[in-house]
């Protein structure tokens, strides 16, 4: 005879119904498929998109960033101000002691070196003789960058002219590579000349100069060269010319002159040996191989 087993019944748990605040609560803690679709979205689109560029720190020079402040006089106002703190120091002890004269002797001597290590800087580097002279009236700033340059290669002219022009002791700079020119500062182009036929002259100049198969740095701290004056405006003084050569062939270890960089300043001995290497080094970012 069949067993009837009679299963257990089958117990519901039922819940009363949320309340008003808890309905809320949960709609506020509950995640939307909205926002986890558009991080989605933003996470695939910043895996499809191209790498960032790495930023090349190797040709800054970092300065205070006060406008009208010369960093290279800062050694100057601080030893002055420290110097004034020692003999105000002195000036209120009432009486200082053999020990304390002789610290307050020690902290002016290290005030005046302070004070006079611009001045001894420039004179190791040769430029005690520097002079400036204001530019004449006839010259005009000018900023042109060929139209059919990518953006890329814009950004870089424009960059690498304005560090130049900031952070050495410049008011011209132009840049030379094959067919392209980048020409910024002061200049005294011909008048009344558009800006395609700015940059067709530029480069008749320069081929005149012998300056686009260069291959080693020029530098006239006291400039006087007639030739080269066409191209540079009035009251220069200084000028430097830095090749941009490629990097030597594996096969035969040559390298070819590829471009130029031109700086000229209105100061006498504008350009220190270690302005030439930073310059060289901004220069070589325009190698082409």
Request: proline share 9%.
């Amino acid at each position: 005879m069949a067993l009837l087993v009679r299963a257990p019944p089958l117990l519901l748990h039922l819940q009363p119904p949320p309340t008003t605040a808890q309905a809320l609560f949960v709609r506020q803690i509950a995640p939307t498929p909205r926002r986890r679709s558009l991080s989605a979205r933003v996470r695939v689109r910043a895996s499809n998109s191209d790498p960032p560029q790495q930023v090349n720190l190797s040709v800054l020079r970092f300065t205070l960033g006060i406008p009208g402040l010369d960093e290279s006089y800062l050694p100057r106002w601080i030893g002055l101000g420290f110097g004034a703190l020692v003999l105000l120091n002195h000036l209120l002890s009432p009486s200082p002691t053999p020990a304390q004269l002789r610290s307050e002797a020690l902290g002016l001597c290290l005030a005046a070196f302070s004070a006079a290590l611009p001045y001894l800087g420039r004179f190791l580097e040769g430029a005690g003789a520097s002079s400036r002279v204001p530019l004449p009236e006839g010259s005009r700033q000018v900023f042109v960058i060929p139209d059919d340059l990518s953006t890329a290669q814009k950004e870089d002219m424009a960059w690498a002219t304005y560090v130049l022009l900031q952070n050495t002791n410049t008011t011209s700079v132009l840049i030379a590579i094959g067919d392209v020119l980048c020409i910024r500062g002061y200049w005294d182009p011909p008048a009344d000349i558009s800006k395609y036929a700015m940059i067709d002259w530029f480069k008749s100049q320069v081929e005149q100069a012998g300056l686009d198969n260069l291959s080693s740095v020029l530098y006239f701290p006291n400039f006087s060269d007639t030739q080269l004056g066409n191209i540079l405006p009035q009251g220069i003084l200084s000028v430097l010319a830095q090749p941009i050569v490629s990097n030597p062939d594996p096969a035969n270890g040559e390298s070819k002159a590829e471009g130029v960089v031109v700086l000229a300043s209105n100061a006498n001995y504008a350009y220190s040996e270690k302005d030439m290497v930073w310059i060289r080094t901004v220069a070589n970012k325009f190698r082409l191989a």
